[in-house]
């Protein structure tokens, strides 16, 4: 077994509940490891460490018990998968202007999805791989298999 460090992001407009409900339906329907935060546009931030046989059964189970405990609740990103060069740096322990000048001159087969002001939106598991082409940046396996579940799990919600 094996710890994911995961998030899902959700609308809870629908629901129509204070934070404190929200928060005990939450507990009572086995999110008590993660780490909820509530913003002012109605939505829920839940933070995992969840120990698991695989990444994509962290996130199946996670997603089942927050829709079991808030059913109109809809799912609107799961992390991490689009990342920019700050989220980046933090995977591979490395300052941000490293990772530009590899994203500028190594990493040529990597392009980003979108540029959001200056910054570009990368997948993070596109990143991972490609950084390993390069043969010195590496992550433990689970960073990977979880960029890659983010990556399904937010390509699966677009569809809906």
Known sequence: MNKYEFSLRFDVAPCALSMDEIDDRLFENG???ALVRHNRRQEILLDFNR???SAVEAFRVAYEQIKTALPQARLLEAK???VGPTDIACVFDLSRQRIQKILQTRASGLRA?????????F???????????LGTLHVKEPVRETA?????MN???DLD
């Open 31 to 33: 999110c008590d490891d």
């Open 51 to 53: 120990e698991s046989s």
């Open 80 to 82: 991490p998968d689009y």
């Open 113 to 121: 999805l979108t540029s959001v002001g200056n910054t570009q939106v």
């Open 123 to 133: 997948r993070l598991s596109h990143v991972i791989d490609e950084f390993s082409k």
């Open 148 to 152: 890659i579940a983010a990556m399904q």
């Open 155 to 157: 390509r699966m919600n």
